[in-house]
């Protein structure tokens, strides 16, 4: 792939101590385990319920695929190194590892910008709903967010790993990350994390800028709705949404945000648990305990099963 004189990468993980390694093995392993079969859950429903046809819920689903995606994409490979302590990794598995993890990291952010456009098109536009969010414009939506987050990761993914690693080989985290890798370069990076400072400012104030906008629009013609009760109902409809785009973004911005005396690391390590162990998880819970359709899909699937 590139010049290097380095060939596999050995990832630290979380720690060095035993113990604590058996400990995180079983909770990443019970979480990966019910972070799949949430999201399963939550693709299957809106697959199989005709009440869930509708675009909120195509999004949703695409949203359970990238969430699977993401999660393993690091999960399986951090559980194994945990289980048999052969914590290498190749070159060009740690250039897949590295490329996914922000391909579909940044098609996250784009198709919750796109979620909150169809809220924001269902809530204030509700009669010319049916004609702009039509099935063609889902689908290109869709696409467009998947073209979105590869194009921007492509080249600057392919920059890194074309660069030189002269050694050490030792990368100070649980999956290949983008911190730790580029400190291995043996060349300057200041322009390739000049690249990578552009990209993320595009990827995440340009849809931070569309969730804040929609909301706000939302909110506006939310308060003007007469009825109480008609309040609430366009409100619950954005709940699980807000929810997850909070969380996303929180925990983006712990990232930014290194409270003093806190060594670099090991802070990057436990945001990169909260953000591809913990999110992928709560996520498709959030929609399931706040969403009374996608609740009144599951009770149905179950009534079903069981009288199967």
Request: charged share 10%.
């Amino acid at each position: 792939m590139n010049s290097s004189t380095v060939r596999e990468f050995i990832l630290l993980g979380l720690t060095d101590n035993p113990q604590l390694e058996i400990l995180f093995f079983c909770l990443f392993f019970v979480t990966y385990l019910l972070t799949v079969t949430g999201n399963m859950v939550i693709i299957a429903i809106t697959l199989k319920d005709h009440r869930l046809s509708t675009p909120m819920y195509f999004f949703l689903r695409h949203f359970a695929v990238l969430e699977i995606g993401f999660t393993t994409c690091i999960t399986p490979k951090a559980l194994a190194n945990m289980a048999t302590g052969h914590k290498k990794i190749s070159l060009s598995g740690c250039f897949t590892q590295f490329f996914l993890y922000f391909v579909l990291g940044a098609t996250e952010f784009f198709l919750l910008a796109v979620m909150s456009f169809d809220r924001y098109v269902a809530i204030c536009n509700p009669l010319r709903y049916s004609a702009i969010m039509n099935g063609r414009i889902c689908s290109l939506l869709v696409f467009g967010s998947w073209l979105g987050g590869f194009l921007l990761i492509l080249g600057p993914a392919a920059a890194l790993f074309h660069m030189p690693f002269c050694g050490p080989n030792i990368v100070n985290h649980f999956f290949c990350d983008k911190g730790p890798l580029i400190k291995l370069v043996c060349i300057d990076t200041s322009l390739l994390d000049l690249v990578y400072f552009i990209a993320a400012i595009f990827i995440l104030s340009g849809t931070l800028t569309v969730n804040v906008v929609s909301y706000i629009n939302i909110i506006s013609s939310v308060i003007s709705i007469p009825s109480g009760k008609g309040r609430q109902k366009a409100f619950s409809t954005c709940a699980s949404h807000i929810i997850v785009v909070s969380l996303t973004y929180g925990s983006c911005m712990f990232m930014y945000i290194k409270p003093k005396g806190t060594n670099e690391f090991n802070f990057s390590k436990s945001v990169a648990v909260l953000n591809t162990i913990v999110s992928p998880l709560l996520n498709p819970f959030i929609y399931c305990l706040r969403n009374k359709q996608v609740q009144g899909a599951l009770k149905t699937a179950f009534r079903q099963s069981i009288e199967f």
